[in-house]
Structures are given as C-alpha cells and as structure tokens.
C-alpha cells in the first residue's frame, strides 16, 4: 500500500497539504501555547510556552497512536524546479528514526506547488512517505521539530529555502491523521467520529470557541 491508495480509500477529499481540518468534517483544531506569547522583553524567547506547546502536541499524540499502529510518516518539501543544488537537505527521516534501514523504503512522488503565488509554476512539491509503526520514530524530537519552524530553536528540519517542511502522521490502524503546522497549532481529522469525540471532550480548552460549532457539527 502507498498513502495515494490509503487516502483514496479512506479520505477521499483529502490532500495532504495545510490546512486538512478544513478538507474533512470529521475533525478538531487545537489552538496551542495558551495564553502566553512567543516572545518576552527585549525579544527574547519565552521558553515556558514552547514547553507548553511540546507538552500539549505529545499528550495530544499519545492519546491517538499506540506503539503498535501502523502509520505513514508523510513530508512535504517545497522547492524550486530548477535550482535543486540550492535546496538544504531534508533532515526529517533519517535524525528521527531508530533504525536507519527504513529510509530504504521511503517513497517520494513530485506534484504541482499546492499554494497560489506569483512564482508557483517555476516550484514543485516533493511528498515523501514511509510505512512505519509508532515505535520507530523517536517521536517526542519530531514533534518539537514541526512545532519550532519559525524559531531558532532545536530540534529542527532541513528542507527548502522557500519553505519548512509540513509533516503528516497519517494512522492506518485507527484511520485518523495528525498534522502539527507550527506552534500556534495542529489539526486532526478522522474516519469516524468516536475515534477523537472523547479527545475533544477531554482537551476542551484547548479548541477555540470559534472553532467549536465547526467541529461539534461533525462529532
């Protein structure tokens, strides 16, 4: 099985760029950091919401996939269709995962660049994917790496000059993806609402009241 044959069986509508909780009813927004903002006096860091934020993503992560499911690892890179010698490496695989074999069965398709700009037709979208199981991926590291792309903060992802890698957990055992798009937030969708109701139930506070007639609607 390849993701294309996963999500064409599965989530039919959906395709794998931002923002997915606005491609599928089924679905939750979780606002992440509180209160607090990114930043302290004199430009500083504030180090206490990021510690928030990678918190919130793991609890959020373990409550949707078990050492044991099946899931793809998806990254998008975006990048010029001409200029590769300029593009940075790709440091989303190989840091992350425990055994190094895997990165044999990585599988990457070129597509069109999915966001309206001036220049889109001069880029392209690189979708890579490995099938691999929870335990495999050192899991807390990658997802303080999705929520540092717009800081100097470590972990972080090589990838294009013209933008950060977006990741995907994509969970065929529990048919639910997981996408963390900075540290403002992530998003989940799923096949069926009684995988994530109680999640919603449970981390209540962390969903926007603006958001929350959208994703009751659909749970």
């Known amino acids: ?47 206490e919401r990021f510690h928030l934020v990678y918190k919130q ?37 190989q840091p992350f995962l425990k055994q190094k074999d895997h990165l044999n069965r990585i599988q990457v398709t070129t597509y069109p660049y999915p966001f309206e700009m001036e220049e889109a037709a001069e880029l392209e979208m690189q979708q890579f994917s490995l099938l691999c199981k929870r335990k495999d991926i050192r899991v807390n590291e990658l997802l303080k790496a999705a929520s540092n792309e717009d800081f100097p903060l470590k972990p972080k992802f090589g990838g294009s000059s013209i933008g950060y890698p977006d990741i995907f957990f994509v969970n065929i055992t ?24 109680p999640l919603y139930e449970k981390y209540y506070d ?14």
């Open 206 to 219: 962390w969903v926007e009241e603006m958001d929350r007639k959208k994703v009751e609607s659909g749970l």
């Open 174 to 197: 529990k048919d639910i993806i997981f996408f963390i798009y900075d540290d403002r937030g992530c998003e989940v969708i799923a096949c069926e609402a009684d995988r994530i109701r």
């Open 57 to 93: 993503t793991s609890v959020i992560f373990n409550e949707l996939f078990e050492q044991n499911d099946d899931l793809f690892l998806v990254t998008n890179m975006y990048k010029h269709k001409t200029k590769e010698k300029h593009a940075k490496k790709l440091k989303v695989y």
């Open 1 to 47: 099985m390849n993701i294309m044959d996963y999500l064409n069986s599965r989530f039919p509508t959906v395709k794998l760029v931002p923002s997915i909780y606005d491609q599928w009813d089924i679905g939750i927004h979780f606002s992440l950091g509180g209160e607090m903002y990114q930043f302290k006096e004199k430009d500083k860091l504030n180090l």
